[in-house]
């Protein structure tokens, strides 16, 4: 027996934590019973409901790596209509992003249907590096940079980067270009990381996550990981 989240996460349909909510708004079946309480166990041999659909036991794992363009949303789907990561990716599986990149950040994105691998990328635990390059407005002054790579509080919790590093500074245009790089993968970490020392971000991009990046990849283009990535990634489980 296992808990109805994670069974519906492993079948591949959403996220773990996307399945949370779907069970507390009421659109998860268990044998025909509403189930809206988190916590349920249940078997692989339980007839699963989840938004009208029934999960299919022998769901195919699929890991890609996008180099996301700008002006798309990362969801799986959007209420509105708008353009979405998951359409930028030629399958037919339930796929869906591993954490968030904003509508404007460009840059490394996984997407899979695999629940247990993106539940283990996105927990701080693991401590899985994500490393972005920041075009910042302004020049950081010396103490900005201390008290950056000292930690800043964002909504109540401190974030202490493990690396950050100024690649390039321009005094005419008065912007400066900054890699960073931080275990955690809340919303718009990073823009807040730099405003909260004055200097908002102009455009931001992700290079990296653990091992992997998109050299060799154009804007809007996506390859499949590797068995051995994928291994190497789940490797990563602390
Ligand atoms: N941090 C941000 O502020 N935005 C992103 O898209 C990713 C990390």
Same mark, same amino acid.
């Given at each position: ?10 079948? +591949?349909?959403?996220? @773990? @934590? ?13 044998? +025909? ?8 166990? /249940? ?26 363009? @700008? #002006?798309?949303?990362?969801?799986? %789907? ?36 695999? #629940? ?34 000292? +930690?800043? /509080? ?22 400066? %270009? ?19 020392? +004055? ?23 996506? *390859? ?6 994928? %291994? *190497? ?6």
């Amino acid at each position: 027996m296992e808990r109805l989240q994670k069974v519906i996460a492993n079948m +591949g349909y959403c996220s @773990r @934590r996307k399945a949370e909510e779907l069970i507390l708004k009421g659109e998860v079946y268990v044998n +025909g019973e509403v189930v809206n309480e988190l916590g349920t166990k /249940v078997s692989l041999n339980d007839k699963i409901v989840v938004e009208g659909v029934t999960l299919n036991k022998k769901t195919k794992y699929e890991y890609y790596l996008l180099n996301k363009p @700008r #002006g798309v949303i990362c969801s799986a %789907k959007d209420d509105k209509g708008r353009k979405v990561v998951t359409d930028l990716i030629d399958t037919k599986e339930r796929i869906y992003p591993v954490g968030r990149l904003d509508y404007d950040t460009t840059g490394l994105l996984i997407l899979t249907n695999d #629940g247990d691998l993106a539940n283990l990328l996105m927990h701080p635990s693991n401590e899985v590096e994500k490393t972005y390059l920041a075009v910042i407005e302004g020049i950081m002054t010396t103490e900005e940079i201390y008290k950056l790579k000292d +930690g800043v /509080v964002i909504d109540g919790v401190k974030v202490v980067p493990k690396r950050v590093k100024v690649k390039k500074r321009d005094e005419v245009k008065n912007k400066e %270009k900054v890699e960073i790089t931080i275990i955690e993968g809340r919303n718009h970490i990073v823009k807040k990381m730099f405003e909260a020392v +004055g200097h908002p971000v102009a455009k931001l991009t992700r290079e990296r996550l653990a091992f992997l990046d998109v050299k060799g990849l154009q804007s809007g283009d996506y *390859r499949y990981l590797s068995m051995n990535e994928v %291994k *190497r990634l789940k490797a990563m489980k602390k």
